[in-house]
Structures are given as C-alpha cells and as structure tokens.
C-alpha cells in the first residue's frame, strides 16, 4: 500500500510539500494542474515542472487527481469527440512523467455538495456537513454558500469557469437522465481505454458526493451494483475505481468493507479515499465528516483496512477530508493537522492488522 497525501499546488495550498515529507509513512503527493481548463490537453512542459517540485520534496509522482472531464463529454454533444482526443492526450502526456494512475468522476455539474464548510462539532473543532433540510431550492444559493464558507480558497470542483455557467449546464442535463449518463460513460471509456492500456494509466472513478440524485441531476456510481454495471462497460483493469470510503459511507445500506474486499480481489481498485462520516439523524440521511478514528464517526475504519491488508492491497491511498483543529487557517477538508493524523491512524492499523495476519 502506497500512502499518498493531497495537494493543490504552491499558489494555492498553504500545506507545502515539505511539510508533508515529514508525515510518516507518507511516499505520494496526489495532486494535478490547477491552471489548465477542463477539456485542455496538459502540456508537458508544465506536467515537467509538477513532477520536477514533487520529486525534489522527496514525494513520489504517480497518481493525479484529477483530470476533469468536460461537460460536454457527460452531456455526450457533438463536441465531445474533441475533448475526448484532448483526454487521451492528456493520458499519453502524463504516462511520461510516470503517471501511474488518473482519479476522476463523472458527475453532472457538482462534484461534491455539503450544505455547512464548518460544522462546529463538540470538541471546539469543525468539519464539512450535509443535512437535506438546509439544502437550499435554488442551485445558486448553494454555490454561493459554497463560495462564502471556501475562505477565499478555490474548491476542487468548484472552479469558477464552471460555476459561471451554471445555468447553462442545468440546461443542457435537462435530458439527461443516469440511463444516458451511464451510455456516455461507456462512449468516454471505449474511446480512452485503448490509450490507457497501450501506456499503462489505470483510470480510477470516484463515486458520486453524496451518493444520491440531487437539484434532479442523475448519479450514476452510488452502490456496489452501480460499479458492477460500470465494470462490465469496459472490462479491463484500467477501468477501475476510487472507493471513497466517505462518500460510499454516506448511504447505510453500503457495505463499504464487503466493496473494498470484492473490488480489490478483482484488481479494479487502484486507489482509495479513506474518510470517516458520523450520522445526524435517525434516518441517516444527514452527515458531518469526523477524524478517521473509528470511535469518532459511524464507519469502521479497522474493518475497512482490514479488507485492504487481507487481501493484500498494493494500490494508492490517501487520507480524505478531515476537521480544521489546532487553529489552522486551512482550505475547508483539506487542512494539514487532522489529515496527518488520519494519516498515523491508518498506517498504525495497517501495522497491527498485517502483523497479526503474519501470526
């Protein structure tokens, strides 16, 4: 297992690469080009100079996250083919520099939604938060709630390009329902499949946040029979997964270990999210994000590394978004104190687990 750590660059992440070296056990920065439009190939030039800053950190280079796919590719419009070309450029471009594999998703206008950026929890700390009933009617009231709680930080997902033309994009998923969602993946994958292979770049989805329709719009990859229909459109190990423990966690009913246990075994998991969420309410239909620790949230994470560790996992891994605590003026989810902990935690339980399997 490979530990990977998140980075948004050093315009604008105020966690610096040497400080993530000195988190033990720490060996990947996952990161991307921030400065590049969606749809855009990335150049070479500038992947070099990614690499280049990682490398002399001490960090290993191998994983992006993400490589956006541009609307008009989900919308499946005419105009797709040439992002699609772009796309596999890209894939060519950054199995150059060693890229190993490509985190991405393939939800229609929000990548992730919360309704609170800083839930106050008990202990004087705070955390990102979704409760249905503060969600507001309108989708510009939750952009703009969004932007209000960034802390002048740009959100993955939320990048202004995009936000400009949000009613646009409402408009032109009008009719797309998830039946369609999920034939213009398996347009995207058939066209870029080929390119991964030939240059050895395993693609990773990552599931929809929250895992369940939202403003109307279709989600695609919610459950383990969602990724089962998503596997067999492509059937080849490059078609993989990035199981987000959180956003999977975020619907009771998803056995997120027995997941992580049969994807892993069929080599279609080459990264994780490690994340925790504790429940708010009776139905379970409101969350707030917690430290990793499994006593502070509603999944086990000591069940959860232990179907990586038994079924001898060697993929990537990162801790997912943890709480703002000791004071840290940080991008919401993305702070460096509690991911470091995360961090510890869960490289403790993979001791102990892999040890104890060797008795």
Not at 88 to 101: A, C
Not at 207 to 230: A, E, Q, V
Not at 303 to 317: F, Q, S, V
């Amino acid at each position: 297992m490979k530990m990977g750590f998140r980075w948004f660059g050093e315009e604008d992440d105020p966690v610096h690469l040497s400080e993530i070296k000195q988190i033990p056990g720490v060996s990947q920065a996952v990161t991307a080009l921030y400065d590049v439009a969606v749809g855009d190939v990335w150049p070479k030039s500038k992947i070099s100079q990614l690499k280049q800053q990682v490398q002399a950190s001490g960090l290993g280079f191998e994983v992006i996250e993400s490589v956006n796919i541009h609307d008009d590719i989900k919308i499946g419009l005419p105009t797709r083919d040439q992002y699609i070309e772009n796309y596999k450029q890209t894939i060519q471009n950054l199995s150059e520099y060693g890229i190993k594999v490509i985190c991405y998703n393939f939800m229609p206008v929000f990548d992730w939604l919360r309704t609170n950026l800083h839930y106050q929890l008990p202990d004087g700390t705070n955390a990102m938060a979704y409760e249905p009933n503060q969600l507001p009617d309108d989708p510009n009231e939750m952009i703009q709630s969004i932007l209000n709680g960034s802390k002048g930080f740009e959100m993955p997902g939320w990048e202004p390009d995009r936000l400009a033309r949000i009613q646009h994009l409402f408009d032109e998923y009008r009719n797309v329902d998830a039946e369609k969602l999920l034939a213009n993946l398996k347009y995207f994958l058939d066209a870029i499949m080929p390119t991964c292979e030939k240059y050895d770049v395993r693609m990773a989805m990552h599931p929809d946040d929250p895992p369940f329709p939202l403003f109307g719009l279709p989600r695609i990859y919610k459950s383990r029979d969602d990724m089962l229909k998503i596997e067999q459109l492509y059937e080849s190990r490059y078609n993989g997964f990035t199981i987000c423990t959180g956003s999977l966690g975020e619907n009771p009913a998803n056995d997120v270990p027995a997941i992580i246990r049969e994807f892993v075994q069929k080599d279609r998991a080459p990264f994780i999210h490690a994340r925790n969420i504790r429940f708010m309410n009776a139905d379970k239909t409101a969350f707030h994000e917690s430290a990793h620790l499994s006593t502070e949230g509603s999944l086990d994470m000591y069940e959860i590394m232990k179907a990586l560790a038994d079924n001898h996992y060697d993929g990537y891994i990162r801790p997912d978004h943890g709480r703002n605590i000791w004071g840290e003026n940080g991008r919401p989810g993305y702070g460096l104190y509690d991911r470091a902990l995360g961090v510890t935690y869960l490289n403790g339980l993979w001791e102990a687990i892999n040890k104890d399997n060797k008795k």
